[in-house]
T-cell receptor, first 107, second 113 residues
Framework: GQNIDQPTEMTATEGAIVQINCTYQTSGFNGLFWYQQHAGEAPTFLSYNVLDGLEEKGRFSSFLSRSKGYSYLLLKELQMKDSASYLCAVSDYKLSFGAGTTVTVRA | SQTIHQWPATLVQPVGSPLSLECTVEGTSNPNLYWYRQAAGRGLQLLFYSVGIGQISSEVPQNLSASRPQDRQFILSSKKLLLSDSGFYLC????????????FGEGSWLTVV
């Protein structure tokens, strides 16, 4: 099975940077995913890491360390529309999700 | 391009009534299909997954069931709903061209009263 931990809430100011950490314990590993979920909506795919290192995609970057069971999602130049829940998910061919981190961006 | 749709988007059902949520995927064949539930303020819980027609795996014991009568159709059902079945139900898929990434349908809000 899998155990996935991430902080419950984070608050940051518009234009700032926020880092959301995720630690996991899994019996099998086939990749780590980050999804964004706005209130009342379905999650949308943000990033995928299967090898150690940093993946950059515009204002969003995701890092993975398989040996440490650790990942983070970095959100740069925060905008109000980035206020959402961010879900860390680990795949051992089917996805298991953490409870999500609610990020609130303040003006 | 591939798309996924599920319906109905919202429903309010009395305790003890039946449930049927439907999901279809277009633009691909032999997808892996999933049903997740998200209770208020909680994470996504995998309920069922299917790798092919008639092949259903259940992740948690419950009064829900799933069926896959056609390659790109996935149905979530219940004969008698409980109050605890309320939540946000999400169908998802992955397969050809997506690698391990799964993509979600729009979701169905179920309130059992």
């Amino acid at each position: 099975g899998q155990n996935i931990d991430q902080p419950t809430e984070m608050t940051a100011t518009e234009g700032a940077i926020v880092q959301i950490n995720c630690t996991y314990q899994t019996s099998g590993f086939n990749g780590l995913f980050w999804y964004q979920q706005h209130a009342g909506e379905a999650p949308t795919f943000l990033s995928y890491n299967v090898l150690d290192g940093l993946e950059e995609k515009g204002r969003f970057s995701s890092f993975l360390s398989r040996s440490k069971g650790y990942s983070y999602l970095l959100l740069k130049e925060l905008q109000m529309k980035d206020s959402a829940s961010y879900l860390c998910a680990v795949s051992d061919y089917k996805l298991s999700f953490g409870a999500g981190t609610t990020v609130t961006v303040r003006a | 391009s591939q798309t996924i749709h599920q319906w109905p988007a919202t429903l309010v059902q009395p305790v003890g009534s039946p449930l049927s949520l439907e999901c279809t995927v277009e633009g691909t064949s032999n997808p892996n299909l999933y049903w997740y539930r998200q209770a208020a303020g909680r994470g996504l819980q995998l309920l069922f997954y299917s790798v092919g027609i008639g092949q259903i795996s259940s992740e948690v014991p419950q009064n829900l069931s799933a069926s896959r009568p056609q390659d790109r159709q996935f149905i979530l059902s219940s004969k008698k709903l409980l109050l605890s079945d309320s939540g946000f139900y999400l169908c998802a898929w992955n397969g050809q061209g997506t690698g391990n990434t799964i993509y979600f349908g729009e979701g169905s809000w179920l309130t059992v009263v």
